[in-house]
């Protein structure tokens, strides 16, 4: 059963910095694209961050670039989100998404999983 479960979330404060992992199991990440979507609640789900297969390249929504890295480890079939200088604004569920293939170059924009996690809270204080 292919599955991917998310870690890490939490409450902190504005400044702040965590990390979220995605543990894939029932299948190999290497052949897949990755990423990270989130959720505020009463809004849609919104595009964050993606990686392809290799980690040659990534792609950062705007409100995150700078802030957040998007990193994996095919080794250990996991994911990750680093999320430095938190915002408020950044309060969320966060969702891991696998999409199959191994794409050169992602674009947020273009980026369609196939796969979805449960996700994991980010509370971010004032």
């Known amino acids: 059963q292919m599955q991917l479960v998310e870690s890490g979330g939490g409450l902190v404060q504005a400044g702040d910095s965590l990390r979220l992992s995605c543990a894939a199991s029932?299948?190999?990440?290497?052949?897949?694209?990755m990423g990270w979507f989130r959720q505020a609640p009463g809004k849609e789900r919104d595009f964050v961050a993606a990686?392809?297969?290799?980690?040659?390249?990534?792609y950062y929504a705007d409100s995150v670039k700078g802030r957040f890295t998007i990193s994996r480890d095919n080794a250990k079939n996991t994911v990750y989100l680093r999320m430095n200088s938190l915002k408020p604004e950044d309060t969320a569920v966060y969702y891991c998404?696998?999409?199959?293939?191994?794409?050169?170059?992602?674009?947020?924009?273009?980026?369609?999983?196939?796969?979805w996690g449960r996700g994991t809270q980010v509370t971010v204080s004032s």
């Open positions: 029932g299948f190999t990440i290497s052949s897949y694209t």
């Open positions: 990686i392809n297969w290799s980690a040659s390249n990534t």
């Open positions: 998404a696998a999409e199959i293939g191994r794409r050169a170059v992602v674009t947020g924009p273009t980026f369609s999983p196939d796969y």
